[in-house]
């Protein structure tokens, strides 16, 4: 069963950085979308970044030149370079995993950023939270 444990949140002031990891087991399959995705309170979800397996990355506007999506095929584990963090980036993070059929995949080539639908699997999030 496929399993995602997101680490590494906390607490920062506005221009510092975090890293977060995602660890993923039971995901065996070769073609695939993974992403990170923020709630904050009040707010939907929305989708921060994603990557694919052959590492094609997109990421939202609001995040574009501060963050890095990467991820390490032999840890299983998928990151989240955050920096220049500022206090609108206040939310719990969610990493998120597609299943085959899912289109993630296809809107990440043609340059757009796939949607929470797109996701099938989802990891207990973990919070960040910058002060200015």
């Known amino acids: 069963e496929q399993e995602l444990v997101e680490s590494g949140g906390g607490s920062v002031q506005a221009g510092g950085s975090l890293r977060l990891s995602c660890a993923i087991s039971?995901?065996?399959?070769?073609?695939?979308?993974l992403g990170w995705f923020r709630q904050a309170p009040g707010e939907e979800r929305e989708a921060v970044a994603a990557i694919d397996s052959d590492d094609t990355t997109t990421y939202a506007d609001s995040v574009k030149g501060r963050f890095t999506i990467s991820q390490d095929n032999a840890r299983k584990t998928l990151y989240l370079q955050m920096n220049s963090l500022k206090p609108e980036d206040t939310a719990m993070y969610y990493c998120?995993?597609?299943?085959?059929?899912?289109?993630?995949?296809?809107?990440?080539?043609?340059?757009?950023?796939?949607?929470?639908?797109?996701?099938?699997?989802w990891g207990q999030g973990t919070q960040v939270t910058v002060s200015s």
């Open positions: 039971g995901y065996t399959y070769s073609n695939y979308c």
């Open positions: 998120a995993a597609d299943s085959p059929g899912s289109p993630a995949s296809l809107l990440l080539r043609a340059g757009r950023l796939p949607l929470e639908p797109d996701f099938n699997y």
